[in-house]
């Protein structure tokens, strides 16, 4: 992060952290993310299936960490965090979360889940830098079909028009399970927000799988910045850490 008389400059990233587990549940690398994460140097993290309690992991991983997942990754680094919770089941919760080196001024969790088998939440976040006008981000995790998507864009869209300021700095990331790039457009035409690979390199980029990615189901969504610069992370250590690789972007208010 850096900051002059002028702008503030700012790393933002997104990842879907596969509830603390590498594919297929094979191993846990919670404290392997938590240093990768921290590598990044990004001031706002986006973070989907994050864990907030899992009581049989817990009993049955020597190294499960005393505080909820976000807590754990945030650590010392990000001051300020904020979590919703979306799925629950008999032994925990999972849901996104975003860390963030700003003071979080509030934060509301939005349900958006399509009937009771997959649920999913929008996470809007009001971070407040010192001196600066408020940025709003929104942590994204879409459901696998494409008429749940359909609905929660809508839904999306009318947040966008009906409860943020038109001129205030807005960033949309996380998962949107959308292949097919529908969400991609419409985005686009409700609120006139841009993708940032998209608009920097002309396509979304792909992330999933994260070995070999061939699906672009991640996305960074701006708006009311001056200035961008997006960046794939699907090398070493990200393709080994979840099966979605993350996506940076650095950004100029």
């Known amino acids: 992060m850096t900051n002059n008389n002028s702008s503030l400059t700012l790393k933002v990233l997104t990842v879907n952290t596969h509830k603390g587990f590498t594919v297929f549940n094979r191993r846990f690398i919670l404290h392997e993310l ?11 993290v986006f973070l989907q299936e994050v864990l907030g309690a899992h009581h049989r992991h817990a009993s049955a991983l ?19 965090f904020a979590y919703g919770r979306n799925a629950v089941y008999p032994h925990g919760h999972h849901g996104n979360a975003l860390l963030s080196k700003f003071p979080i001024a509030r934060y509301d969790n939005l349900d958006i889940s399509v009937g009771r088998h997959e649920k999913r939440g929008l996470l809007h976040c009001v971070l407040q830098p010192p ?6 981000a929104i942590c994204v995790h879409l459901g696998l079909r494409e008429r749940h998507r359909a609905y ?24 949107f399970n959308d292949w097919r790039m529908r969400s991609q457009k419409a985005l686009a035409r409700c609120s006139g927000m841009i993708e940032a690979f998209k608009s920097h390199h002309g396509q979304v980029a792909r992330t999933f799988p994260a070995r070999f990615p061939l699906l672009r189901l991640d996305r960074i969504y701006l708006r009311n910045v001056r200035a961008y610069e997006p960046v794939a992370l699907a090398h070493r250590p990200w393709s080994h850490l979840s099966d979605h690789a993350p996506l940076a972007v650095e950004i100029e208010l």
């Open 34 to 44: 938590r240093d990768a994460i921290r590598q990044t140097h990004a001031d706002i």
């Open 62 to 80: 020597a190294h499960w960490p005393t505080t909820t997942q976000y807590e754990f990754l945030a650590d010392t680094i990000w001051g300020d």
């Open 131 to 136: 001196g600066r006008p408020e940025i709003h």
């Open 152 to 175: 929660q864009m809508a839904y999306l869209c009318r947040l966008i028009e009906e409860e943020i300021p038109a001129d205030a700095p807005l960033v949309i990331a996380g998962d």
